[in-house]
């Protein structure tokens, strides 16, 4: 059975592909945010972040007509996006290690009471990723944030499964000191 991809931009995509400035315009209004905050996990740095969203477009509206919609034009621009954000970390030397993987304490700890504690600790925890090392902070934004398995991140930054599991684990475990340090300084 095929996947069949329901885009709902595929009009403006289909102008955008004719020339038209004013569809371009309406796709980068419509994914924007989403495409910043996608390099911004990824990376760290919101001028870096911003950089790539705009190289990002750039490329994307270049190649809009290779496009061939067999996919949403969303998904398409997130490829471009990520791409482009690990390749920048690849430039700042990103230090991989490829060792066993280890077992790790449960984040989520107890439940939440409501949706305003709730919205508190992703914040925290959106806080502590900010201060993790960018191997880490790299994989664990791939893999909880953006939802890539362990094998699509090892093909996107040229690392096996295993290390990706290793890495991921390494930075549950980073951000959990962090959370524990932060809740006893506070």
């Not at 230090?95 to 508190?120: F, R, S, T």
Request: aromatic fraction near 8%; include cysteine; charge should be negative.
């Amino acid at each position: 059975m095929e996947a069949v991809y329901t885009d709902k931009h595929y009009d403006l995509v289909v102008e955008c592909k004719q020339g038209s400035k004013k569809a371009c315009y309406e796709l980068y209004r419509l994914y924007s945010k989403a495409m910043l905050n996608v390099a911004f996990r990824i990376v760290g740095n919101i001028g870096e972040a911003e950089d790539i969203l705009q190289e990002s477009f750039l490329d994307a509206f270049n190649k809009v007509k290779d496009f061939r919609q067999d996919t949403t034009f969303g998904l398409w621009l997130k490829q471009i996006v990520t791409n482009r954000s690990i390749n920048l970390l690849r430039k700042r030397k990103m230090d991989m290690v490829d060792l066993d993987g280890e077992q790790i304490e449960n984040i989520a700890g107890e439940e939440p009471e409501d949706d305003e504690e709730v919205q508190y600790k992703a914040a925290q925890v959106k806080e502590a990723i900010k201060e993790l090392p960018e191997g880490y902070r790299l994989v664990i934004s791939l893999y909880l944030l953006e939802g890539y398995d362990h094998e699509e991140i090892g093909q996107i930054l040229d690392i096996s499964e295993n290390t990706s599991r290793t890495q991921f684990l390494r930075a549950k475990r980073k951000l959990i000191e962090i959370l524990n340090r932060k809740r006893i300084t506070s």
